[in-house]
């Protein structure tokens, strides 16, 4: 099973985890700086409201009268209310004398509604209190306003941050861009390029080296298979012309011997009752038996060399029927142990070379002939398709396995002899029969068949015929 690799944006994560980054750091930042503030707000507060009560507890001591030290206590951003031991106040009316201690108090009446105060309940010597209220308006409202400052900041810092992120990493991945570009040249044929890094110690200069170097190995292979292959071609066109040159050569000796050898069987024949005679029969016959086989490889390889040089046919409009019934005909003959079965259309006029049509359909019914047992049939039926004309082969031999119906086309390809289909035969017939096919525009093929082998050729109908 093939896993897809992840191919995520890099130019996308880059930015999204530089902001991510930033995002965390500049929060951290503006936590701190708050809390500082914070910190530092409420410790001079304190520092404050500790020194207001420090100077009332020295008037306390030196017998001050509750309205000078409620007067010298007001001012600024701390007012004041003592309150006697008998219940009488001094000071900023404003205060509540049932204030208690705190962080936030109600704002006296006058002010505005957003402003704050701390209050601070200390008792003093003499039995009495002392309620001090520190304003912390400002110090909220420039605590509000430098959070808002840091937010804003911050946003524009990240707006910008990814802005130049985007630019920076699209130039950082200009290498990257090359590569691909490089790469689907080279899909278009343009191999000679390369990268050409000038450092190989960095992450992109690694994979450029290592591009190149692919590239260099994939040329080197192609290099060498083209050779091998112009070899392989050399080599294939030498034994076909060794082959067509020796077929040339026995072609003649191999019809003076067969001559010979009909010579021979007919004298013989003369003789048969003459020991001698008849067993000079048999060997004339073993003879021109041989001869004709040898006769027939040669025809063989000499078609092979024709079809691969270009096969030049003797188109025009032919019978198909009239060639099938023939070639039924002349089977039925030499094979009077079998059932021939003729059916489907009696006549159908197609384009082709009447000679190469039923040299096909000869090697066909050769092959069907030779394969199926005494006792057994063979059915040809010629049938028209969508433009097609059909002539199927069925015989009741071995028959061949489905994975070797597409390799009995091979050149020399021979079925075990197991299958008793092993009779001979050099393995070319049906090779030439699909070239035959093929070059009239058609094709040959094997089709799976319980009980027997089964082949189909279709030709090139007649428009209207």
Known sequence: MTVATPTPSLQRRVVLLVVALLVGLLVVLGVTVDVSLGLQARRNLRDRLMAATSRADALVAAHTSPELLAAQLNGGSVRALLVTADGSAYGDRSISPATTAGPVVPAPPGLPPDTTATAVVHPLP????????????????????????????????????????????????????????????????????????????????????AFDGMLDALEASELRARQAAESAQRAESATRQFLVDAAHELRTPIAGIQAAAEQLATSASQHVADAVARGQYRRASLLLSDARRAGRLVADMLDLSRIDTGLSLDVHD??????????????????????????????????????????????????????????????????????????????????????????????LVRLDAGRARDHGGAGLGLPIARALARAHGGDLVCLPHDGGAQFRLTLPAVAGR
């Open 318 to 411: 032919t019978d198909l029927g009239a060639i099938v019934e023939a070639e039924v005909h002349r089977v039925a003959m030499l094979a009077p142990n079998l059932t021939i079965n003729r059916t489907g259309l009696a006549e159908l006029t197609i384009a082709a070379d009447p000679t190469r049509v039923a040299q096909i359909l000869s090697n066909l019914l050769d092959n069907a002939r030779r394969y199926t047992p005494a006792g057994g049939s063979i059915t040809v039926e010629l049938s028209a398709g969508s433009g097609v004309a059909e002539v199927t082969v069925t015989d009741t031999g071995p028959g061949i396995p489905d994975d070797e119906r597409y390799r009995i086309f091979e050149r």
């Open 126 to 209: 003499d039995g009495s209190r002392l309620i001090l209220v520190a304003d912390t308006t400002q110090t909220t409202q420039v605590t509000r306003q430098l959070r808002q400052l840091m937010i804003a900041a911050g946003l524009g810092t990240l707006a910008v941050a990814a802005l130049l992120l985007v630019a920076v990493s699209r130039t950082a991945l200009r290498p990257l861009d090359r590569l691909a570009a490089l790469a689907l040249d080279i899909t278009t044929g343009d191999r000679g390029r390369r990268l050409h890094p000038d450092r190989t110690d960095t992450e992109l200069g690694r994979a450029a080296s």
